[in-house]
């Protein structure tokens, strides 16, 4: 068993691919904030491909991060040298490879002074993050900048200590501009539709509490590029470390990831960017298209999906998408409640993307969990599925499917499945949603009332009525009768 590390790079099976530059060349071009799993597998791992063509090898990862999870990260890099095993999982077989791209990783501490230092770097380039969907302080019903938030309220009077991304990112462009080293781009990595534009909101909405100077400095001098993400990360555990020492290798904090991954990027970059779609990244003027097509499909029918198999005690997607209890529903609702809202892109057809998103979810090698797919969904139901129902009702098209999905993600927030086994709290929101659960089993439209996620939805009367009819239905004959029901 090797323990991961550079002096050992030599000694892992050549099986296993892994850097074959030199490491110590790469200099830093991007402070990544956030170096999750996702970070790992999708972003470093096109910068890993680059370098070892010996491209853009000025553009080494600093890692980042603000929370205690961030730190705990940052400690298990460093013991291997800031590198990581990623695992692909395909029904033909598991691969494994080294990446190297992350060089280094800022301390974490209060105050966030070195995080403010290597963003303030010249040579930083590029600020990326990924954050997750409800990390960028936006109301999720109305899509506006959170300005009452705590932490929002302590960035904009003690801007030299934030506590949050955005308020470092404003603490390293102010010493940039004092100091007269120039911009950096603001990139989010975030499963966000408008990332780029939800980054430079967040951004200039901080900024215009404490300083309007720096806020048009920075509007008319910073870019923030939108993109479209995509590759199935599953979260790491014993199993996944299991595997990467099925390969010899011993990382405290190995990846495992689906076989395909998709970027698509606006090259719209003011300080400069890496070669990216010299290894499969597609830069393109209409991100949207293929951002919404992701995001209703694929995030919106892991919505669809999560609850109801949690309900019924399937733990694995790949399972719950060959029940048949469950794949008429998931088709059904995406077909007729969200695919009639979404354009071809190229290489598929709104159709052609389901069924590849169908795939990618039976992909039983990635023991993806339900619970993954179901979590935090006080953020994700309103950005990937209400969107599909408000455009549903103005196109007076069906929302019965969505109703239903958002019917059963009530019922999931009662906390029990339909065996009656517990759910463990599975939303940051978890005690708000269960109250609200158990007011809505008696009164259904009490879910509808929360307007931090459903803003005024719950007033729609064709929504509204297709949500009672399901929650009630629901209460009185189960969960496998009223999908049979809707599905009839």
Known sequence: MIRLSTSRLIDVDPAVARPTYDRASITPGIVHIGCGNFHRAHQAWYLEQLFRKG??????????????HDAEMRKKLEAQDWMTTLIQLSPEGKRAEIIGSIIGYAPVQEGNAPLIEAMSDPRTRIVS??????????DPATGAFDFGHPDIQ?????????????????????????????????????????????????????????????????EESCTFPNSMVDCIVPTTGAKEMALARAFGINDAVPVTHEPFRMWVIEDDFCAGRPEWEKVGATFTDNVHRFEKAKIRILNGGGQILGPVSELLGLSFVAE???????????????????????????????????????????????????????????????????????????KESSV???????????????GTRENGQPIEPNDPRWDLLKDRAKESASNPLAWLEMRQIYGDLGKNVVFADAFVRWRKMIGSVGVVATLRAYCR
């Open 400 to 414: 019965n499917g969505l109703a239903l999905a958002s019917a059963l993600w009530s019922r999931y927030c009662l």
């Open 320 to 394: 719950a998408i060959a029940d048949e209890r469950i794949r008429p529903y998931f088709r059904k609702c995406e077909e007729e409640d969200v695919l009639p809202h979404v354009e071809d892109v190229p290489g598929y057809t709104t159709m052609a993307y389901l069924d590849m998103v169908e795939k990618r979810f039976s992909n039983a090698e990635m023991a993806d969990t339900t619970r993954r797919f179901a979590y935090d969904g006080s953020s994700r139901q309103p950005g990937f599925l209400l969107p599909s129902i408000r455009e549903g009702l103005c």
């Open 129 to 138: 993050l990924t954050v997750t969907e409800g990390g960028y302080f936006t």
């Open 55 to 68: 491209m853009c090898t000025d553009w080494g990862i600093i890692g980042a991060g603000v929370r205690q």
């Open 154 to 218: 302590h960035d904009a009077i003690h801007f030299e200590t934030p506590r949050t991304v955005f308020g470092a990112m404003i603490a390293a462009l102010k010493r940039r501009r004092d100091a007269g080293h120039g911009p950096f781009t603001g990139q989010s990595c975030d499963n966000i539709q408008g990332n780029g534009d939800t980054l430079k909101r967040a951004v200039l909405s901080l900024t215009r509490l404490s300083d309007p100077a720096l806020t048009d400095w920075i």
